[in-house]
């Protein structure tokens, strides 16, 4: 079984449309170095990008995983975000994403590799029952991520993803006996005279929790979707997350793959990192106008409505006259 022809490619990837399911059954098994997703969440109120109810989103996602451990490579990953929820009527949480977890482990195979959270401190007080109303619970501003890995030692390179030391600590390196004295501090850990010679390791190891404010408002992105008179996808994530785990995770020329694309910010991601992308996504509106993504910012509106338009009739557009083989092996 092949792949059906893409709505649009671009240099480094392809986006399709369709059910993940039958998509992910066309696909080699171990081709694909990370999968990264966010699946619509286990919401009480039904949303219109399709999400499932709590009671049957753990085996609805379990179906999808399933296929996923097969075509992701022996070292590859599989990055989940996750945003939470309270039990119907009640404000007390629910455990759907810690049942995805423990489910995925102990019945799928997988390795957790590590958890992560992401912190949005642009997220609007929510639920407004609990939150905004009562004032008996605190704003819901982090989702769990789950780095899920196919073998206990996964593809990863912290030094892809080092932030920038902070004043003190760049004081510290350049002058480290004037800010600290080497000894054993009461964690056990012992300092030795060689911390702070040289320049260190180029940046401060990441934690893992990710603060990253959703608030895209006047993107290219949703500049093109006003311009085609169309809405933009409702619950898109900033490009900062999936960038994040991409330089992590992958080296160039890697395959990231998204089953639930929607705006194809992922695909964006990888894109500019010089990744293979491959975007699943069931709504054509949706992944035709990801493709504003890839088109350049000086585009006259005409060209934008033309190009959305085309992009509904049919398939095979290609945004960049120069494509890179996509091999998957």
Same mark, same amino acid.
């Given at each position: 079984m092949k792949l059906p022809s893409p709505l649009y490619t671009t240099?480094?990837?392809?986006?399709y449309v369709g059910d993940s399911l039958e998509l992910l059954d066309c696909l080699p098994d171990n081709s694909v170095n990370l999968v990264i997703t966010s699946p619509?969440?286990?919401?009480q109120r039904q949303k219109e990008y399709g999400n499932k109810s709590q009671e049957d989103y753990?085996? $609805?996602l379990s179906v999808f995983a399933k296929k996923i451990k097969r075509v992701i490579k022996n070292d590859g990953s599989f990055v989940l975000d996750l945003g939470g929820a309270y039990e119907k009527g009640r404000p007390t949480r629910s455990l759907y994403n810690y049942k995805i977890l423990i489910k995925f482990c102990e019945e799928l195979g997988f390795f957790l590799a590590e958890e992560f959270f992401w912190f949005n401190p642009s997220k609007l007080p929510s639920p407004i029952e609990w939150v905004n109303k009562r004032k008996i =619970?605190?704003?819901d501003a982090v989702n769990t991520i $789950? $780095?899920?890995s196919k073998s206990e030692y996964p593809k990863a390179d912290v030094k892809k993803v080092l932030t920038p030391y902070s004043e003190r600590m760049k004081q510290l390196l350049k002058n480290s006996e004037k800010f600290y004295t080497p000894k054993k501090r009461p964690s056990g850990h012992d300092i030795s005279k060689e911390f702070g010679n040289g320049n260190g390791n180029g940046g401060a190891i990441p934690p893992n929790l990710l603060q990253?404010?959703?608030?895209?408002?006047?993107?290219?992105?949703? =500049?093109?979707?006003?311009?085609a008179n169309i809405?933009?996808?409702?619950a898109r994530f900033p490009r900062q997350l999936p960038e994040f785990f991409i330089k992590f995770l992958t080296d160039p020329g890697d395959v990231v793959l998204d089953i639930f694309a929607g705006s194809n910010t992922t695909g964006e991601a990888a894109e500019e990192h010089c990744r293979k992308w491959l975007a699943f996504e069931k709504e054509k509106d949706y992944l035709a106008a990801s493709s504003f993504r890839f088109l350049e910012n000086n585009k006259s509106e005409t060209v934008i409505q033309d190009f959305y338009n085309t992009m509904l009739r049919e398939k095979g557009v290609e945004i960049r006259s120069e494509q890179a083989v996509m091999i998957l092996k």
């Open positions: 240099q480094y990837g392809k986006a619509p969440f286990a919401l753990v085996d $609805w =619970r605190t704003k $789950w $780095w899920f990253i404010s959703n608030s895209e408002s006047n993107s290219k992105y949703l =500049r093109f979707c006003k311009i809405q933009g996808h409702p």
